[in-house]
């Protein structure tokens, strides 16, 4: 098993920031792809970002050019360093590890951006 605990969510006010942190423990290793999803009241569950056990990155439009996720490979760390916010930021984001079939997910943290 693969335990994943996310940090960092609170309230910001639009065009602020935040940066996430993800702990990885248990069974992970680095050649797990990570992600963010975020998940807004009424919506479904989203891909925000990714990133290979190689360290290539995806962004979901929305979010390109604000957001910036990254990873520190000797911590088992997954961070997303989040720019100017917008009211539509607001979300349950979420952590997650695969490898070969295997998924797994964080707890969420919420993240509210005031307008």
């Known amino acids: 098993q693969v335990q994943l605990v996310e940090s960092g969510g609170g309230l910001v006010q639009a065009g602020g920031s935040l940066r996430l942190s993800c702990a990885a423990s248990?069974?992970?290793?680095?050649?797990?792809?990570m992600g963010w999803y975020r998940q807004a009241p009424g919506n479904q569950r989203e891909l925000v970002a990714k990133?290979?056990?190689?360290?290539?990155?995806i962004y979901t439009d929305s979010v390109k050019g604000r957001f910036i996720i990254s990873r520190d490979y000797a911590k088992d760390t997954l961070y997303l360093q989040m720019n100017s916010l917008k009211p539509e930021d607001t979300a349950v984001y979420y952590c997650?590890?695969?490898?070969?079939?295997?998924?797994?997910w964080g707890q969420g943290t919420q993240v509210t951006v005031s307008s």
């Open positions: 997650q590890a695969d490898r070969f079939g295997n998924d797994y």
């Open positions: 248990g069974h992970f290793r680095s050649d797990y792809a």
């Open positions: 990133i290979t056990s190689t360290g290539t990155t």
